[in-house]
């Protein structure tokens, strides 16, 4: 059974920190996820492709390389916080 | 017979005025609008001659506007101004539609009660102590308490036809690919779809007519033709192939719920509609809500890795970029949406996604084959909305397991999954408070599912229910 | 102990598509940062990816010339990590169903062919720019979204040299294709490579390392060759060689540890929901597979059996398209080729690079330097003439016109050129007698003589013939 731990790391992982709270709630999450997998279990799949769109015949289309759709610099940096000499400007990166 | 929609011609200013005000003044007790939108520079400029030309009308908050802001009801969407329009705002303002407001959801469209907006719970007109539902919940409320005579929503699992239920009006989902998802805050790709309110079926095939249509943005949307839906909306239900979904009707125990059904078939059989009974495999009905809940958190985590405080949104302070990351995410998502992204993220890791990602992908193609099989022959198939009405809002979300939950409160899934048209309308009231009727047809059929319902409609009497807050 | 070396490629070459890889927004390089963007570049929430059609083109291009076989289904996935590059959070690249599969290339390296096979070839996008400074990292997000290919080779390389080779085999043909600049410097080609070593006539490969941002052909070498001996010496002493990534650092000519390898990194691939299986048609792959031009290698061998010329001479002209397409063009004015391929090799190379112009920008035109080399040939003019001629051709003139306008037309005429040597024995009786005395030397100057009268205009060939006649005549 995963713990706390694990639970925080995966969040962590994914840019987002648990507080204890909410790693305990998802823990408790889980045990249900695998009481549903059991119904996922029950469902013989073997054989099966998966479904990964609604719709499955293949289209045609590709759309022709012209510019249509630019945006100007002020609405390209309009929601950033913080810019300079018109780049987005974050802490330093650390990798 | 001209519909709601035309009927909003003339008074242009009037009628927008009175919207917005109303808005306003059951904004305390409805808490559904996020945003409200200033119509002045809408109203010098709107095509008179359009489909819906002056009608004011609200959009869920995950609908980008250009220049206003838009949440997705998520605090790490505060303050973020598109600088685009989605598709379907250009449309509806192509055909002259007036934006009042943006409406309350579920925090980036995981719910179905909307209790987890960052602005707070919405309420339902009908009993301002039950949720509206979700994740549509706040374009439901204000259609439902006559603010507006329509408002766009988005269904992934159910989440523009179940709040149609307990509000007591129309939800529609049509086909997949049908209208354009370009602009739309994504939830789940695979199963996300534009959706829409409105007070009566003949609206709601005007509606379709200026929302539906090939975009190329939205390399998923259909190149299948728009017809002028309304000319099919007859209500005639004599000669239409129905069925009743047994599954769902058969573990609802609510028995007013039940009557209420079996009386409007019963009526819809007079009027020389053959209505049977369809039985999916319960196996693949009870995986309904685990196959939704794998496919869609998976989805939604990928999709929302892009909200991470940089370019746009909640940003906080940090002393390294990956800092700045952690933090807006960590403060910006509510804990519900944590949840989901970490069940999300653990079904795709490589080693868990034969059984977890992978696994749910194979049962939905196996539930499809089951519905089509079903609908085969048929023209819709029949199922209550929903087995309850509106719950409390103070009611705890149960982690229920039970069939009735399962399969009652789960169904409409199968539209989603399909991609088929599906939708709900009004079909009475128990104790006071609404509970709606779903049918789900062949793809890009949406002509014929407006004509049935609309028989059901005449049938049940209930179009233009507006319910007053004030 | 002998090693085996064993090394494979990884090569991601950035389309010469008008627009990205997944949005209408132009594609750049140098323009003002945050520019060439709109919302989908931006990772801005609602947005789709909406597929190129151009650079699927060149991918395809590229995968004939690599003779891969297509996959004429193109699917997309998802490949998901954050980072600050990254505006979605997922990078849209094909993991599962890469266009282009089970290919090679062919090289030479020291004289003998080599194949080196390659396992897939497929279409991504490209990251934003960023560059560090000490008060922040500043991100330019022009260049993402980029249709970037990527080639994957199998380890078949086993040293430096074969490396470079292959490399340059590949940068020249998708130079060739026009699809991209591969200009490695700019990084519209960058190689990634994997080295490991083992001990000959083991069969499991042992740890590898990745070397990184490789930014020439010749670090490309170099950062093997080190890298090889790095890990030899490392065994040699008992050690293991740790799985990490490393960058070669140009002045001690070394390769440098970057980051460890911390396991593998979960990306968790998975289709990407909003792209619809895309069917090509087979008759526009087929119409786009036929029209791709000759490939260098092709076309150096031609030179050689067709047209006669050195091994040395056909690789000059066809490293560069523009080089060997202005030969040819040249060719279809004059039947000279091996005067063309000299004077192209030579004068006009020179004077390109004195100039500073790019091929793109040739000044010269082939009609005109063909009708300059007839001349010549057909000794209108002189050789020496000919040079000068040449400068007003590379100014743009009409070497006709110039001749004329300089009076400069050879002086073939026997009669008029005996005229001039009759006066000029006459003028210069010492050297008939230096010449009645065995001294050859007197006729260069005599020579020289009539070219002074004629101001340059004698045809020097035969004013040599004819003075050797006339001195012959006059002493006897």
Known sequence: ?95 | MATMLEMMKSNVEKNVSEALKKAQDVQGKLNAVVTFVDPTEQLENYNKNGLMAGVPIVLKDNVCTKGIETTASSGILQGYVPIYNAHIVDRLQAEGAIVIAKSSMDELAMGGTNKTAYTGPVHNPYDLDRISGGSSGGSAALVAAGVVPFAIGSDTGDSVRKPASFCGICGVKPTYGRISRYGIIPYSSSLDHVGYFTRSVRDAAVALEVLAGRDDRDMTSSFEPVPHYLDQVKGNLKGKKLAILKNVVDVIENKEILDCFNKVVEEVKKQGAEVKEVELNEDLMKAMLPTYYLIANCEATANHSNLDGIRFGLQKEAKSCEDVMIASRTEGFGSLIKKRFVIGSYGLFEENQDKLFRKAQKVRRLIVEELKNALDGLDGILAPASGTVAPKIEDQNQDDLSDSYLVAENHMVLGNFSGYPSATIPMGEVGGLPIGLNITCHPFDEGNMFDILRGIELITGLEDKIKEVL | MEYEVIIGIEIHCELKTKTKMFSSAPTSFGKTANSCVNEIDLGHPGTMPCVNKTAVEYAIMACTALHLDIDPLVKFDRKNYYYSDLPKGFQITQQFHPIGRNGYVDIEVNGEEKRIRVNRLHMEEDTAKQFHTNSGTMIDYNRAGTPLIEIVSEPDIRNGKEAAAYVEALRSMLYYLGVSDVKMEEGSMRCDVNVSIRPKGQVEFNTKTEIKNLNSISNVQKAIDYEVERQKEIYENGGTVIQETRRFDEESKTTVSMRKKEGNVDYKFFPEPNIFPIQLDLNWVKKIQESIPEMPKVRKQRYIEQYGLSEYDANVLVQTKELSEFFEEVLQHTSHIKMAANWIIGDFTAAMVKSGCSLSENPVKAEYLATLLNMIQDKEISGKQGKEVFEEVFKGKDPKQVVADKGMKQNSDAGALLEMITQVLDEQPQSIQDYANGKDRAVGFLVGQVMKKSKGQANPAMTNQLIVQELKKRIG
């Open chain 1, 1 to 95: 059974m995963k713990d706390e731990a694990y639970f925080k790391q995966l969040a962590h992982q994914l840019m987002f920190e648990l507080s204890d709270e909410e790693a305990a709630d998802i823990k408790k999450e889980f045990e249900t996820l695998n009481k549903q997998l059991e119904l996922l279990e029950n469902v013989n799949t073997e054989g099966v492709e998966e479904m990964v769109y609604p719709f499955e015949t293949p289209t045609s289309f590709l759309r022709e390389d012209c510019v249509e759709n630019v945006v100007s610099v002020e609405d390209a940096l309009k929601n950033v916080h913080k810019s300079r000499a018109r780049h987005v400007l974050v802490p330093k990166v650390v990798k």
